[in-house]
């Protein structure tokens, strides 16, 4: 199932994309997978693509999850981020006890020692969006 979902993620098809992107999210923790999973969150020619993989990532409810979603605003165009946006606001900020996992998340992340200052420096963006007493 991997080998096919990372054949998958090259596919000229969109929905082809995303459902690799949906399915490579359960293995973000393997280095090469999280490669892919960057490039599928940037992904160049449909931002369903984007989405569908940032979902499927915050849907794991862990910090590499939100780092991969986080770090992929770096060099990110518009339309992009706006589609990284609504995979926060869909998944994120459904219920308060899913944004107050997700702030547990992003305070950890904006402290994170991991060498990503866009993870980080959108971590703290968003604890001060959610939290607009901290700014």
Same mark, same amino acid.
């Given at each position: 199932?991997?080998?096919?979902?990372?054949?998958?993620?090259?596919?000229?098809?969109?929905?082809?994309?995303?459902?690799?992107?949906?399915?490579?999210?359960?293995?973000?923790?393997?280095?090469?997978?999280? !490669?892919?999973?960057?490039? +599928?969150?940037? =992904?160049?020619?449909?931002? &369903?693509?984007?989405?569908? *993989? %940032?979902? @499927?990532?915050?849907?794991?409810?862990?910090?590499?999850?939100?780092?991969l979603v986080l770090?992929?605003?770096?060099?990110?165009?518009?339309?992009?981020?706006?589609?990284?946006?609504?995979?926060?606001?869909?998944?994120?900020?459904?219920?308060?006890?899913?944004? !107050?996992?997700?702030?547990? +998340?992003?305070? =950890?992340?904006?402290?994170? &020692?991991?060498?990503?200052? *866009? %993870?980080? @420096?959108?971590?703290?963006?968003?604890?001060?969006?959610?939290?607009?007493?901290?700014?």
């Amino acid at each position: 199932m991997l080998n096919a979902a990372l054949r998958a993620s090259t596919s000229p098809i969109w929905s082809d994309r995303a459902d690799a992107g949906r399915q490579l999210a359960a293995h973000a923790d393997v280095p090469a997978v999280a !490669e892919v999973l960057r490039r +599928l969150l940037q =992904d160049g020619h449909d931002t &369903a693509v984007t989405q569908k *993989t %940032a979902e @499927a990532l915050l849907e794991r409810r862990d910090l590499q999850g939100l780092r991969l979603v986080l770090g992929a605003f770096a060099g990110a165009d518009f339309d992009t981020t706006d589609h990284l946006g609504d995979a926060i606001l869909n998944v994120c900020r459904q219920s308060d006890e899913d944004q !107050e996992h997700f702030e547990g +998340l992003a305070t =950890d992340l904006a402290s994170d &020692a991991e060498p990503d200052e *866009t %993870a980080r @420096a959108q971590a703290r963006l968003l604890l001060r969006e959610w939290n607009p007493h901290l700014a």
